[in-house]
């Protein structure tokens, strides 16, 4: 029944309104106890995260990461940093000319020519070799340096990570790639002398240049200590037919059995994660915290995602985040078990397992910006294990084949006595081990590579280069004929 006075209606109306505003205010008051309820839930799901990674003894700050002091003379961080800036002074890198200077030009242009991995194969040698020889010349005190810090029991990157996502990369780190290119054309230019012990030397520096950048918790350094090795198996595919001195009493034989052994430890590509994880850690705590504002980010390289430049309510509550940090930290956990991998296979696995519940929601804007996509590193890696396993093994055919006269026509003669095992193949999911073609036109050790299927080391061409999107298998030349091109 309506109401009929207008003094009734005047009530009507302002009891309707009373009951709609204390509706309203029913429901504001629902979502807020909702919202911190499930704020108090998503903290203590995330101080769940965080003990379950301490309890596996796994750093997640920055300072876990921190080693014994070393004295600088026992360090070989403090030899590799010299190094670095004697090369940075030889090629004119750390002091951009005010005005054109045709030198210095000319000297930064010899630096980018190490950057070229074809530098360490005859025909550019060749090309370049006036070149080379100059670059050679400039740098004549990196060699002692580098022998120096091989001899030192560790390295420890002394850093002070500060600020939010802080990098832990030591300066000179993108130099590392050339300083060990260096070291191998020196180790080739010793061969042709007949230097072959110093030779192998050079190399087994080269390949504590990259051992020691990689003990820095970082996928930038761990890249760089890739590069490094790369240099090292690349010359050893050239230079390992060529040794002589390296059989039975040889006087390279000592360097040759350390360099094997220095190709087949493993790479710290998990503790790389574990700081990548630190990295992304450390920025969610701060934004969470309300320490840092988003608007910060945009002063950094790339600014912020588009998601990220609108309006946010946690932009006004940072701890609303905190489901964002849940979902970050519980990926980056799936990397560190993907990086820990074995084998390529096993690694792809492990990256596509569900989250743990705790991390299993949608990813809000935070997580979307953050989101660690890491595909291309477990390839880069694992190709990585498998030429430095190839390249041991090559070296290990060439010992056997100076002590009985003739290379060993099936890997498995070269246990005990030259390895302790013949390696596996890291792309290989049955742990089958490295193949070997010697029979072949073109003989070669070979890995399964991303397929897993044997084809018989099977690769191509294009352009007379070896070119990996063409190859069925991972190759590594046995007689040191890798094709060139021009």
Known sequence: ??????????????????????VLAALLVALVAYCYARLRSDEH????????????????????FAGQPLPPERNAATFHRQALDVLGRAFCLDRPAARPDPNSDRLRGLFVLLRDDPVLHPPLRTARAADIREALSLCRQIAPLCRRARQCERAEWVLAPSGPAATIDPPGVSRVPELATLLCLEAVAALEAGREAEAVELLRDAMAVGRSIGSVPSLTCFQASVY?????????????????????????????TGLIDDLLADAPFARAMMGRRACVYDLAERIRLGR?????????????????????????????????????????????????????PE?????????????????????????????GLYEEHFRDRAMCRMAA???????CELDRGLRPARLAELVPAYLPAVPADPFADDARPIGCAPGAATPVLYSVYEDGTDDGGRYGTEGGYVLLRLSADLVFFLNGDRPDGD
């Not at 240099?231 to 000592?254: H, M, Y």
């Not at 979902?327 to 956990?333: F, S």
């Not at 690694?347 to 595909?375: D, H, I, K, N, T």
Request: overall charge positive; cysteine-free.
């Open 228 to 256: 490094a090795r790369r240099s090292v198996w690349s010359a050893l595919e050239q230079l390992a037919p060529r040794l002589r001195a390296v059989g039975a009493g040889g006087d390279a034989r000592p360097a040759a």
């Open 347 to 375: 690694a792809q696995r492990r990256r596509r397992e569900p989250l743990a519940p705790a991390g299993s929601r949608a990813p809000g804007p935070l997580a979307v910006f953050l989101m660690p996509r890491y595909a």
């Open 393 to 399: 093994i090559r070296l290990a055919m060439r010992l």
């Open 1 to 22: 029944m309506h109401p009929s006075t207008p003094t009734d209606r005047v009530f009507f109306f302002h009891h309707r309104w009373v009951r709609a505003v204390l």
């Open 292 to 344: 840092l504002p988003l608007s910060a980010l945009r002063a950094r390289p790339g600014g912020v995602a588009p998601a990220m430049r609108g309006f946010h309510l946690a932009q006004v509550v940072p701890a609303l985040y905190v489901g964002d940090e849940i979902e970050l930290l519980a990926r980056m956990d799936r990397h560190v078990r993907a990086a820990a991998a074995g084998s390529f």
């Open 45 to 64: 799901r995330l101080a769940e995260v965080v003990a379950a990674i301490r309890a596996r003894g796994e750093p997640l700050l920055w300072r876990d």
